[in-house]
C-alpha cells in the first residue's frame, strides 16, 4: 500500500473471472503521515481507506470483466461495517464479487480479513464508464503490470 | 397478481422514501419524482431482480441524448411499466 498515492492494492492473488470475484493482497505499511493524525498514540487505518481498498478491488475485478473497456467508478457505499480496528502492518486479504450486473452499473460485495478474521465489509455500486481519456487507461495498465493482472484479461488489439 | 405498474411503484417507494399515494402512472421518474441518476441505479437493481430482466438504461440514455427518443417514454412510470413488459416477453419468448 502507498496510501498516500491512495494506491492500496499490492498483489491480485486470484482473480476468478468465471465466478465473477476476486482476491487481493495489501500490506498496511508500519509507518504513514495519516497514523500521525488518525490517531496520535492509537493509529489505526481509516475506515474510508478500508472502504476504498474494497473499491479497489472491486474496481480491479470489474475491469477484468470488461476486458480493460470500462473503468469503474465508485457511485455508492451500503451496509458498510467496520467491525474491528486495522493496525499499521497488518496484511489484508480483500475479496470481492459481483452481485449484479446492470446496464451501465455494477453492484459487488467486499471484504476485509486478516489472518481470515473479518474486519470489515461493504456493498458497493459502480458506474461504468468507457475510459475518459488515454493518460488514465496507460495509468491503469501500467498498475494492472504492478499489482499482477491476469496478461490474458487485457484487451487484445 | 399485481400489475407491472403497481410492482414498480411499489419499489419506487420503498427505495427512494416516497410515499405510495403520489406515485402515479402519469408520474415522471426524474422530473416529478425527483429521482435522480443515482437513485435510479437502485430502482433499476430492483427492477431486473424483481423482473428478471436488464433494464437497457445505457441504451435509454444514449436514446435521450441522440435526441431520438424522450425521457418520456422511458421515465413516464406507465411507459417503463410497458417498456418492462416488453423487457419480459421478450426474455420469455
Redesign the interface.
Known amino acids: 500500500m502507498h496510501l498516500e498515492y491512495f494506491h492500496l492494492i499490492d498483489r491480485i492473488a486470484d482473480l476468478r473471472a468465471e465466478e465473477r470475484s476476486i482476491t487481493v493482497e495489501a500490506q498496511v505499511p508500519l509507518e504513514s503521515t495519516i497514523f500521525e493524525g488518525h490517531f496520535p498514540g492509537h493509529p489505526l487505518m481509516p475506515g474510508v481507506l478500508l472502504i476504498e481498498s474494497m473499491a479497489q478491488a472491486s474496481g480491479w475485478l470489474l475491469i477484468a470483466l470488461t476486458k480493460f473497456e470500462r473503468m469503474p467508478f465508485l457511485a455508492a457505499v451500503k451496509e458498510a461495517k467496520m467491525r474491528t480496528f486495522v493496525t499499521p502492518g497488518e496484511l489484508l486479504t480483500i475479496e470481492a464479487a459481483v452481485v449484479h450486473e446492470g446496464s451501465g452499473f455494477t453492484i459487488t460485495d467486499a471484504k476485509v480479513s486478516v489472518g481470515g478474521k473479518p474486519k470489515c465489509n461493504a456493498t458497493l455500486t459502480f458506474r461504468q464508464v468507457p475510459f475518459p481519456n488515454d493518460d488514465l487507461r496507460g495509468h491503469m495498465e501500467t498498475m494492472a503490470k504492478r499489482i499482477g493482472f491476469p496478461q490474458q484479461m487485457f484487451a487484445h488489439g | 397478481m399485481s400489475s407491472t405498474f403497481d410492482r414498480v411503484a411499489t419499489i419506487i417507494a420503498e427505495t427512494c422514501d416516497i410515499p405510495r399515494d403520489t406515485i402515479t402512472p402519469e408520474s415522471h421518474a426524474i422530473d416529478d419524482l425527483g429521482i435522480d441518476s ?1 437513485d435510479f ?2 430502482i ?2 430492483a427492477i ?2 424483481a423482473f428478471g430482466i ?6 435509454w ?1 444514449q436514446e435521450v441524448n441522440d435526441g431520438k427518443a424522450t425521457t418520456e417514454q422511458y421515465f413516464v412510470l406507465k411507459n417503463l411499466s410497458a417498456r418492462i413488459d416488453e423487457l419480459v416477453a421478450a426474455k420469455d419468448a
Open positions: 443515482l441505479l437502485d433499476a437493481f431486473d431482480k436488464k433494464l437497457p438504461l445505457e441504451k440514455t
